[in-house]
């Protein structure tokens, strides 16, 4: 069974850089094909992909956020961590990270999901 | 960058049967994965590689793929499947996952 868990902080002040640690079980990324992705939603509003990162350390970002991103993974701890830099009101979300799979031919989901961490950006 | 379109909302009586688009261009060409969020709760994958179940999805909730226009149907609505519904894809022309905007799914 595979199971996630997001941990940060809640709350983070403008221009703060954000870092969020995604704690896994029930998969390894010393196994080819795996992957971790990283999902916002602001309250009220739709999914946002963020981030992903595979098992060889290739890495995806939001090309919208892609400065401000940084997705790594480690192998030991069974962790993804994402850092978001220059944080900003609109910033405002429940950030998810979620198990990637996959099929051949470029298909790809993020199954199962964490609960998911609220954070909020306020001075 | 690849665009998904869903309508806000739709809403139906209990016992009907509900069915959720989600249009781009040419998404026939592409696997469609949709989501089920409940208020509240982390979204779960309800219908991945267009027509497929996981395992502990009732069989009230199929999919279909064709032309412009991906379609979660849900049977037999149910209070139980008030919630928001996502459509995702890949984009092999950027390599990265798009989501759509959302539907709500309101139980007259």
């Known amino acids: 069974q595979i199971t996630l868990k997001e941990s940060g902080p809640a709350l983070v002040k403008p221009t703060q850089t954000l870092t969020l640690t995604c704690s896994f079980s029930?998969?390894?990324?010393?196994?080819?094909?795996?992957?971790v992705g990283w999902i916002r939603q602001p309250p009220g509003k739709a999914l946002e992909w963020l981030a992903l990162i595979f098992w060889d350390d290739e890495k995806r970002y939001n090309p919208s956020l892609k400065n401000r991103l940084t997705i790594t993974k480690d192998i030991s701890k069974n962790q993804v961590v994402l850092t978001m830099t220059n944080m900003d009101p609109v910033d405002t979300a429940t950030y998810f990270c979620?198990?990637?799979?996959?099929?051949?031919?470029?298909?790809?989901?993020?199954?199962?999901w964490g609960q998911g961490t609220l954070v909020s950006v306020s001075s | 960058s690849y665009v998904l379109t869903q309508p806000p909302s739709v809403s139906v009586a209990p016992g009907k049967t509900a069915r959720i688009t989600c249009g781009g261009d040419?998404?026939?060409?592409?696997?469609v994965h949709w989501y089920q969020q409940r208020p509240g709760q982390a979204p779960v994958v309800v219908i991945y590689?267009?027509?497929d179940r996981p395992s502990g999805i009732p069989e009230r909730f199929s999919g279909s793929n064709s032309g412009n226009t991906a379609t979660l149907t849900i049977g037999g609505v149910g209070a139980g499947d008030e919630a928001d519904y996502y459509c995702?894809?890949?984009?092999?022309?950027?390599?990265?996952?798009?989501f759509g905007g959302g539907t709500k799914l309101s139980v007259l």
């Open positions: 995702q894809v890949w984009d092999s022309s950027s390599d990265h996952p798009v």
């Open positions: 590689y267009d027509s």
């Open positions: 029930g998969f390894s990324f010393s196994t080819s094909g795996e992957g």
């Open positions: 979620a198990h990637r799979r996959w099929r051949t031919g470029g298909v790809n989901w993020f199954d199962p």
């Open positions: 040419k998404i026939e060409r592409k696997s």
